[in-house]
């Protein structure tokens, strides 16, 4: 039985991509005009460092200023505008109610996501994270999950790691727990759930279907 959940944040917990979307066309100011935001959709969903390069590079735009821009817009980007995924607090109520816990395994910065949490209501529900500011390297490798792993002796068994990226399922694989895709992006790697809503992982749990 799955007791331990140990999340992604953005585009998995959270629905982040339209802000993070919005927050690149304003740091592209009059280029955002002439901008796909599907094509910035996709590009995100791949690795916001690689998304940002390949706007930068295709407007001909020096990277660090432009990821400056970028990250100042997100900043000022309301929470309450990126909302969790339907079920998701279902999903950690379950897990909690089951005497299990749930962990957060992130790139995004702990100030990001404490506000994440906190416009949300959520924060009671996770007993711990690893963001950037936590010295591990990022996803495919495994380092953040084994940290949390060893931190709160869990049993990679019983655990599952839930992602929206191909990063996530890979880092899971290498820390040797059970992998949930969210979503419809491609990915290579195979998960042990694939689901396109939290309702379906809902329902995997309490029919003890896992």
């Given at each position: 039985?799955i007791?331990d959940l140990?999340?992604d944040?953005?585009?998995?917990?959270?629905?982040?991509?339209?802000?993070v979307?919005?927050?690149?066309?304003e740091a592209?100011?009059?280029?955002?005009?002439?901008?796909d935001?599907?094509?910035l959709m996709?590009l995100?969903?791949?690795r916001?460092s690689?998304?940002?390069?390949?706007?930068a590079?295709t407007y001909?735009l020096?990277?660090d200023a432009?990821?400056?821009?970028?990250?100042?817009?997100?900043?000022?980007s309301?929470?309450?505008?990126?909302?969790?995924?339907?079920?998701?607090?279902?999903v950690?109520?379950?897990i909690?109610?089951?005497?299990?816990r749930?962990?957060i395994?992130t790139?995004?910065e702990?100030?990001?996501?404490v506000r994440?949490?906190?416009?949300h209501?959520?924060?009671?529900?996770?007993?711990d994270?690893?963001t950037?500011?936590d010295?591990?390297?990022?996803?495919?490798?495994p380092?953040?999950?084994l940290?949390?792993?060893?931190?709160?002796?869990?049993?990679?068994?019983?655990c599952?790691a839930?992602?929206?990226?191909?990063l996530?399922?890979?880092?899971?694989?290498?820390a040797?727990?059970?992998t949930?895709?969210f979503g419809?992006?491609?990915?290579?790697?195979?998960?042990?759930?694939?689901?396109?809503?939290?309702d379906e992982?809902?329902?995997?749990l309490?029919?003890?279907?896992e």
């Amino acid at each position: 039985m799955i007791t331990d959940l140990i999340w992604d944040a953005g585009g998995t917990l959270f629905d982040t991509y339209p802000a993070v979307v919005a927050s690149c066309l304003e740091a592209l100011g009059p280029l955002a005009e002439s901008t796909d935001a599907d094509w910035l959709m996709e590009l995100f969903r791949q690795r916001t460092s690689y998304a940002l390069r390949v706007v930068a590079e295709t407007y001909d735009l020096e990277v660090d200023a432009f990821t400056a821009r970028y990250r100042d817009a997100y900043a000022a980007s309301d929470p309450a505008l990126q909302p969790p995924f339907p079920f998701v607090a279902d999903v950690c109520e379950l897990i909690v109610a089951r005497g299990g816990r749930n962990f957060i395994a992130t790139h995004r910065e702990r100030a990001s996501l404490v506000r994440l949490l906190e416009a949300h209501g959520l924060q009671s529900l996770f007993t711990d994270c690893i963001t950037k500011d936590d010295p591990y390297p990022r996803k495919p490798d495994p380092a953040s999950i084994l940290a949390l792993m060893a931190r709160h002796d869990l049993d990679p068994r019983r655990c599952l790691a839930i992602g929206d990226r191909e990063l996530d399922i890979v880092a899971g694989v290498r820390a040797g727990v059970q992998t949930c895709f969210f979503g419809a992006a491609d990915h290579e790697t195979p998960a042990d759930f694939e689901i396109s809503g939290y309702d379906e992982l809902l329902r995997r749990l309490r029919d003890g279907r896992e």
